[in-house]
């Protein structure tokens, strides 16, 4: 019988998400399959991670590229970013802690692709005037990142109904984003 490779990483996904310390014998029985079929395919830990970390990394690329981030104004375009990385937040979550990813000389170049998209767009909003230009682009890009994974989390744990996930983020982050004369413009 063929393993589906995809099926194992979306389950160990959705497994490290609300475990993240969740052994390989539970990774494999999330899976369906046996712990010995799961090494055959991942050495190790460290090998799911990263197997998971490119999963991610493709995912983001992909909500990027559906979000049309050059189009219209930079926070409609952090709306649509956001809700359509929503489906892949949890797995963000898990990745946003493992610190593992971020350091050394093995950091792989596809966050690093990310964060400058998504610093663009914040760059852009605020040469647009519509975002403060007191928080740096690189600010707003990890506390988007901090408040995906928080929802993420809340969302997995029952604290949070999952269709406020797009909105409660949105309209913290924009809310301390946007420049205070824009702010009061868009209120009723």
């Not at 991670?49 to 219209?72: N, P, S, Y």
């Not at 709306?79 to 898990?94: K, N, T, W």
């Amino acid at each position: 019988m063929a393993v589906d490779r995809d099926h194992v990483l979306r389950s160990a996904a959705a497994l490290l998400t609300r475990k993240s310390t969740a052994t390989m014998d539970e990774v494999a029985k999330a899976a369906g399959i046996s712990r010995a079929t799961l090494h055959r395919h991942f050495a190790g830990r460290d090998a799911l991670v990263r197997a998971l970390e490119a999963l991610g990394i493709e995912e983001c690329e992909t909500a990027l590229d559906t979000a049309r981030l050059d189009e219209g104004p930079a926070s409609d375009a952090v709306r649509r970013l956001v809700r359509v990385i929503e489906p892949s937040a949890g797995l963000l979550a898990f990745l946003y802690t493992e610190n593992q990813l971020f350091e050394g000389e093995e950091q792989n170049q596809g966050w690093t692709r990310i964060d400058d998209r998504i610093a663009a767009l914040f760059r852009r909003g605020q040469a647009d005037g519509e975002f403060r230009i007191d928080l740096t682009p690189a600010w707003l890009t990890e506390a988007l990142y901090g408040l995906l994974a928080s929802g993420a989390w809340a969302v997995s744990e029952g604290r949070v109904a999952r269709n406020d996930f797009t909105h409660m983020i949105v309209e913290l982050l924009l809310g301390g984003a946007l420049r205070q004369d824009t702010a009061r413009r868009e209120e009723p």
